[in-house]
């Protein structure tokens, strides 16, 4: 069963950046990860994601060019560098792994598809 572990949120400054960092535990193969995003009162939604096999990336629009997702596969994880940080990114943050090996948008932005997800992580952005 694989296990899903987010760390790195915290509380910084508009214009400041975070790393979140999110390991698949005992995941034996690379697979699909998500990074998704909920603020108070409203729904998850998707932020970003990355393909197991050639690690093409997707992204909302509202965070294309300030945040990137990327990989490491010997350790099993996955980050989210958020860098330009803006009050409307405050939300607690999920990343989830899917069992099935899925690689487009349609695909991976939709919170169904994934099996396993993380507590999550809060994030605040002050203005």
């Known amino acids: 069963q694989v296990q899903v572990e987010e760390s790195g949120g915290g509380a910084v400054q508009t214009g400041d950046s975070l790393r979140l960092s999110c390991q698949a535990k005992r995941a034996t193969t690379p697979l699909p990860m998500g990074w998704f995003r909920q603020a108070a009162g409203q729904a998850r939604e998707f932020v970003a994601a990355i393909s197991w096999n050639d690690g093409v990336q997707y992204y909302r629009d509202s965070v294309k060019g300030r945040f990137t997702i990327s990989r490491d596969d010997a350790k099993n994880t996955v980050y989210l560098q958020m860098n330009s940080l803006k009050p409307e990114d405050t939300a607690d943050y999920y990343c989830?792994?899917?069992?099935?090996?899925?690689?487009?948008?349609?695909?991976?932005?939709?919170?169904?598809?994934?099996?396993?997800w993380g507590q999550g992580t809060q994030v605040f952005v002050s203005s």
């Open positions: 989830a792994a899917a069992a099935y090996y899925g690689s487009s948008r349609s695909y991976l932005e939709r919170e169904e598809q994934y099996d396993w």
